[in-house]
């Protein structure tokens, strides 16, 4: 199976302490195509299966804001609600979480500019709380060709499923991203003051430092689980995380990796303040895939191979958290069954099944999923949502 983890084996957890995040019930408002679709789940995996452009994704949008940030699209809050009415969008849950019930709610605030948060009908200061209630992963159709494109979305993919095992990891990059700003802000603005600058690349060198050292904890800890890879139909990955700052502090102690990092910085500024951005850092660091069975770079293999070399990271990502955490997250997978082969098919079935956590799927395929005992189908058109295999 698919780096899945014996975990009694590895950590001093049972299996038997292991908790799995539920969605137990989906409320959606307004949302996207949906004016008002409401859904009981059973905590088996789910598939919803329709034609394209019935909303099937729209429902895997709603439950990723279950997790900080802008969903599985990144979509503007704004651009959520549905076309036709332009009310205010709502989404309502029902969550097992640590063995406790939780009830979440969001919606857009009246400013268009974010969102507000409730958790039990207390509203929460941002996103950052969801974490501590649900753990989420997702797979979607765009992220196929992740291996071909550029830095930043490599980057950006290593980060959602870094902040998913490290909880402070988003807040820290988005500490470095305000200071980056404010450093790139005072250029653009032709403001040079050496010592305003080596406050902010103090404060830049000492938060990049903490994200580079949480970047290689989490792909070395990762690559140990792609390593347990038993089944022969799934090619094995190997990461590496590349760049600057990562190679500081793989190099050096943390307060000599800080000072270098710093002194780089104010190094650059002549050539950052002509520039009018900050060309060395944490943010120019990229994802190396190696496809381990072949020898090459992820980018290098076929169609397939990425797209097998991809699910094995994020279902060994599904391991990695539980070992850490405890806790199982919940997995969206959007139109990704459909496009492996049959043997590949049966593999993932049979990785599913094992591992037991809630995985919810989208496909046009009804026949794909009937192959699966012990899930739920649900047939999505314009107008409802239809029970077809299930609770």
Known sequence: MIGHIKLSQNTNMSVEKLSFDQIKSIKLINFRSHSDLSLQLSGRPLAIIGN???????????????SPGRGIRNSKFSEMVK????????????????????????????????????????????SNKLSDIILLSWLTPSMDQIFNETPSYRRRFIDRLCSVYFKDHIKNIKTYEKLMLERNSSFKNKIFDNVWLNGIDEQMSEVSIAIAETRIEFI???NKVLKTNLDPVWPKAYLEILGFVEKLV??????KAKQILFEKLKENREKDFFSKRTTEGIHRSDL???DRNQKIEAKKCSTGEQKSLLMGIILSHLDLVANHKGRYPVLLLDEVVAHFDEIRRKSFFNQIRDIGSQIIM????????????GIDIYHLDTHKLTNIRGN
């Open 362 to 373: 989208t496909g046009t395929d009804r026949s794909v999923f009937e192959q699966l005992n």
């Open 83 to 126: 076309d036709d009415n332009m009310l205010p969008w709502g989404i309502n849950f029902n969550i097992s979480s640590n063995r406790k019930n939780y009830q979440v709610s969001s919606g857009l605030k009246n400013s268009h500019r974010g969102r507000d948060v409730k958790i039990n009908g207390k509203k929460v200061a941002g």
């Open 250 to 255: 793989t190099t050096w102690n943390n307060n």
């Open 288 to 290: 190396l895939v190696i």
């Open 52 to 66: 394209n452009g019935v909303g099937k994704t729209n429902i895997l949008e709603a439950i990723s804001l279950l």
């Open 220 to 222: 070395n800890n990762l």
